[in-house]
């Protein structure tokens, strides 16, 4: 990544589930999930969950 490739903020795919159940939500599964960035052995990845509440 260079200095214009920035995502400040962005969870590992493990502690974005725990903040969706913690929100409360339950029945959560990853319906979708495709590579975004893979550059210098760093790997961010788009994800689509489907939850219910």
Do not use: H, Q
Request: proline letters at 2%.
């Amino acid at each position: 990544m260079n200095s214009e490739d920035c995502i400040d903020g962005a969870l590992t795919k493990e502690n974005y589930i725990e903040s969706i159940r913690k929100a409360g939500f339950n029945n959560i599964e990853t319906s979708e999930e495709k590579p975004y960035i893979e550059r210098d052995g760093r790997k961010i990845t788009s994800l689509v969950i489907k939850a219910l509440k």
